[in-house]
């Protein structure tokens, strides 16, 4: 975030806010002056390879925890997309 502030951007993306506490994100955003203007639904797991799960039948119930924690997310952190 520090180095997207001194490179003058005033709104940030982040692909995968899910490892963070929402609230530190929230101060280091504040801290540098940015706006989260969007992030990404949990992946399943990406380090296995997953690069999203929606369309996976066996996978619904995870893919709706994913929303609700996105959407959990997405409040705390004042993100209008996701």
């Keep these: 975030f520090e180095r997207a502030a001194r490179a003058g951007f005033s709104g940030v993306e982040y692909l995968f ?9 929230v101060a280091r955003l504040r801290d540098n002056g940015l706006e989260l203007v969007l992030f990404n639904m949990p992946p399943g797991d990406w ?16 893919f709706q925890a994913g929303v609700e924690r996105a959407i959990e ?3 705390v952190l004042g993100a209008p997309r996701v």
């Design 17 to 25: 806010p899910y490892e963070h506490d929402p609230d530190e994100l």
């Design 47 to 62: 380090s296995s390879g997953d690069r999203g799960i929606a369309a996976d039948p066996a996978r619904v119930n995870e």
């Design 73 to 75: 997310y997405a409040r």
